[in-house]
């Protein structure tokens, strides 16, 4: 099946600093990806919408300017946590799918820690 | 968003079969989906079907879906220690994924 490729897994950052995850479509193409973040026992909940090309489209009660979202190409977004808290530690997904009509293929997920 | 609702925890003795429920209040989905999450790791598509189905076997794993009443649920017979995980429910429409909170399924030896 598809693969989508998630970096880093893990990270550790000073409070105050930024991080900055990749999510890789490594062998189809994806006008669309998503960015979900998960809380300790709690479901993911869908943070925003990559679209290639344009602005990303983000959920009520996620801050943009926080959560920035840049998808630069068919096969890869990133999304930046900027002057990550402690309370930005979380558990991030990405997802991706070639078409409309086709599954989603998730990420291994990045857990982020912030000290 | 839309709801998806799922008890958060289930118990079992390995061998015995597994039932995990979702509920979902979308009447447009288009699909629903079994993903399994293991501590650390991403979501793995276990399965899924389609919103005009009523039933999926897949080895050890049946999906039953009850578009009525809006209900889903997934069976693994003779469960074993390795299905211990979370589980999560989800229903699309499209590309946009709406998750459960996920049932935490752990298997007593």
Known sequence: ?115 | GEDVEQSLFLSVREGDSSVINCTYTDSSSTYLYWYKQEPGAGLQLLTYIFSNMDMKQDQRLTVLLNKKDKHLSLRIADTQTGDSAIYFCAESTGNQFYFGTGTSLTVIP
């Not at chain 1, 930024?18 to 998503?34: G, H, P, W, Y």
């Not at chain 1, 290639?52 to 990133?78: P, R």
Request: overall charge neutral.
């Open chain 1, 1 to 115: 099946g598809a693969v989508v490729s998630q970096h880093p897994s893990r990270v550790i950052c000073k409070s105050g600093t930024s991080v900055k995850i990749e999510c890789r479509s490594l062998d189809f193409q994806a006008t669309t990806m998503f960015w979900y973040r998960q809380f300790p026992k709690q479901s993911l909940m869908l943070m925003a919408t990559s679209n290639e090309g344009s602005k990303a489209t983000y959920e009520q009660g996620v801050e943009k300017d926080k959560f920035l979202i840049n998808h630069a190409s068919l096969t890869l977004s990133t999304l930046t946590v900027t002057s990550a808290h402690p309370e930005d530690s979380s558990f991030y997904i990405c997802s991706a799918s070639p078409d409309v009509n086709t599954e989603a293929f998730f990420g291994q997920g990045t857990r982020l820690t912030v000290v």
